[in-house]
């Protein structure tokens, strides 16, 4: 399938099957804003178990945490945001658009209405959105929605350290909302100014940064690999030297092969003590650890792999839409990894006559405490497997006339298609062996 086709064939599918809608739909829309229907927040929401399972529950060296989206305004002066959080913008003295400089194409023409050479001088433009905290709108309520949650992080690092007594290395995990005034944002959900972040900070002690950098580069390509992207499909760029951010010593991107080319999927960073040391010189706080054993005391380096919710949840779709031929008919099949499937077993009684609903909806109440399951009951049989496959069901089990004599069902596989015939009384175990 063509690039072009693929990107379009599945914000179709998002639209039509419930996973995002534009948001504020009904009124035209709103600026590039989107919003997860009823299967795109379960999607959503496994993106995020998944990275919270791998990064926080099954590692003894890593919290969680979940910090207020409003933070005080020292908080961008120490972290630099309010200096330098900004990107270059130009307009087109033809129409009018405005881009980011640094995104423009190399021919030089404006991507809106194709003139040449008629953009203007770049200027700054600041992506933080500013708000007012209580009644009165002056100076000294301003206050920004965060633009990452990592600051949550570093100004809770001793909090988090005192109270679960963790030694570096160890890791501070958030997910939650960041606000960007992007210039241009757009490739669907890959770039909205309003996303959710997946962002570890990991300490460590300061002779072992590097050794840390290069460990959560390789964890975090492993962990898309892990959940069904292929390999090839994903590549880690180091940055070059001219290309790092101020607080940077290295940083390497997770790049996904998106319908337009690569683009970051994943930032991973090397931020060394530059967080800790701003935060402790603004605040005044000792932000220092000392290891007791060694008999020192020293600021931790940092190391930050920063995830997309949202640019994640876009590459797990896009890898895994495919529209095939079997058996003489067309299918479009997501072959989305089962734990991140919106639901992960389909209850589908053969016909909708009374005499099957009872044992169906015996079977539903069994599953349901266990995976996310659909119970549907209209139109062919034929017809509810394909739209199983669509959203990436991986098991779908069939209630037949049989199933009230023989007390079995029959389970589909998306991906082979092959039917088995289950006992009901061992279909947790079936599924069980088959299900993450
Ligand atoms: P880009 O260069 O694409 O603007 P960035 O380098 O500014 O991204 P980071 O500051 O490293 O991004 O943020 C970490 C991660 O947060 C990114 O890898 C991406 O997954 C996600 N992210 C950042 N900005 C956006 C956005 N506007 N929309 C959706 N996700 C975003």
């Given at each position: 399938?063509?690039?072009?086709?693929?990107?379009?064939?599945?914000?179709?599918?998002?639209?039509?099957?419930?996973?995002?809608?534009?948001?504020?739909?009904?009124?035209?829309?709103?600026?590039?804003?989107?919003?997860?229907?009823?299967?795109?927040?379960?999607l959503?929401?496994n993106v995020k178990d998944a990275w919270w399972r791998s990064m926080?529950?099954?590692?003894?060296?890593?919290?969680?945490?979940?910090?207020?989206?409003?933070?005080?305004?020292?908080?961008?002066?120490?972290?630099?945001?309010?200096?330098?959080?900004?990107?270059?913008?130009?307009?087109?003295?033809?129409?009018?658009?405005?881009?980011?400089?640094?995104?423009?194409?190399?021919?030089?023409?404006?991507?809106?209405?194709?003139?040449?050479?008629?953009?203007?001088?770049?200027?700054?433009?600041?992506?933080?959105?500013?708000?007012?905290?209580?009644?009165?709108?002056?100076?000294?309520?301003?206050?920004?929605?965060?633009?990452?949650?990592?600051?949550?992080?570093?100004?809770?690092?001793?909090?988090?350290?005192?109270?679960?007594?963790?030694?570096?290395?160890?890791?501070?995990?958030?997910?939650?909302?960041?606000?960007?005034?992007?210039?241009?944002?757009?490739?669907?959900?890959f770039?909205?100014?309003?996303?959710?972040?997946m962002?570890l900070?990991?300490?460590?002690?300061?002779?072992?940064?590097?050794?840390?950098?290069?460990?959560w580069c390789q964890q975090r390509l492993d962990w898309y690999v892990d959940l069904g992207i292929p390999s090839d499909r994903l590549q880690l760029r180091?940055?070059?030297?001219?290309?790092?951010?101020?607080?940077?010593?290295?940083?390497a991107d997770v790049e996904f092969d998106y319908?337009?080319?690569w683009g970051e999927l994943e930032g991973i960073?090397?931020?060394?003590?530059?967080?800790?040391?701003?935060?402790?010189?603004?605040?005044?706080?000792?932000?220092?650890?000392?290891?007791?054993?060694?008999?020192?005391?020293?600021?931790?380096?940092?190391?930050?792999p920063s995830a997309g919710a949202d640019r994640a949840t876009l590459a797990f779709l896009l890898a895994a839409?495919?529209?095939?031929?079997?058996?003489?008919?067309?299918?479009?099949?997501?072959r989305l990894h089962?734990r991140l499937?919106?639901?992960?077993?389909?209850?589908?009684?053969?016909?909708?006559?009374?005499?099957?609903?009872?044992?169906?909806?015996?079977?539903?109440?069994?599953?349901?405490?266990?995976?996310?399951?659909?119970?549907?009951?209209?139109?062919?049989?034929?017809?509810?497997?394909?739209?199983?496959?669509?959203?990436?069901?991986?098991?779908?089990?069939?209630?037949?006339?049989?199933?009230?004599?023989?007390?079995?069902?029959?389970?589909?596989?998306?991906?082979?298609?092959?039917?088995?015939?289950?006992?009901?009384?061992?279909?947790?175990?079936?599924?069980?062996?088959?299900?993450?």
């Open positions: 399938m063509a690039k072009a086709d693929l990107m379009d064939r599945v914000v179709n599918l998002c639209k039509r099957r419930g996973l995002v809608f534009p948001s504020s739909e009904i009124y035209g829309g709103f600026r590039s804003t989107w919003d997860y229907g009823p299967l795109g927040v379960l959503k929401r926080v529950q099954l590692r003894d060296d890593v919290v969680g945490l979940d910090a207020a989206i409003l933070m005080a305004p020292r908080v961008w002066e120490a972290s630099g945001h309010l200096a330098t959080f900004s990107d270059p913008l130009v307009d087109c003295r033809n129409c009018k658009e405005r881009f980011r400089a640094d995104h423009l194409p190399e021919s030089g023409a404006c991507p809106n209405c194709g003139a040449k050479d008629s953009f203007t001088e770049a200027r700054q433009f600041h992506l933080m959105f500013k708000t007012h905290v209580g009644p009165v709108e002056d100076e000294a309520a301003v206050a920004y929605l965060r633009p990452e949650t990592a600051q949550g992080i570093f100004v809770n690092f001793l909090n988090a350290q005192t109270t679960t007594r963790k030694k570096p290395p160890f890791g501070i995990a958030q997910i939650g909302k960041a606000f960007r005034n992007e210039i241009t944002p757009g490739n669907f959900i770039r909205t100014r309003e996303f959710e972040q962002e900070e990991y300490f460590v002690p300061p002779e072992d940064g590097g050794q840390w950098f290069e460990y180091p940055h070059d030297p001219d290309e790092l951010s101020h607080y940077s010593a290295a940083t319908p337009w080319g960073a090397n931020r060394a003590d530059f967080d800790l040391k701003q935060h402790a010189e603004y605040s005044g706080q000792d932000l220092t650890y000392f290891d007791q054993e060694a008999d020192r005391r020293y600021i931790p380096h940092v190391i930050e839409y495919a529209e095939e031929e079997v058996r003489g008919e067309r299918r479009t099949v997501l089962p499937a919106p639901y992960q077993v389909a209850v589908l009684p053969l016909s909708k006559k009374d005499t099957l609903t009872p044992l169906a909806q015996e079977v539903l109440a069994l599953l349901q405490p266990r995976w996310m399951c659909e119970y549907d009951e209209t139109q062919s049989i034929g017809r509810r497997y394909r739209r199983q496959d669509e959203i990436g069901t991986p098991y779908a089990v069939t209630v037949d006339f049989d199933s009230i004599e023989d007390g079995a069902v029959t389970v589909r596989d998306r991906d082979s298609m092959e039917q088995d015939r289950v006992p009901i009384d061992g279909l947790v175990a079936y599924l069980d062996e088959r299900l993450p």
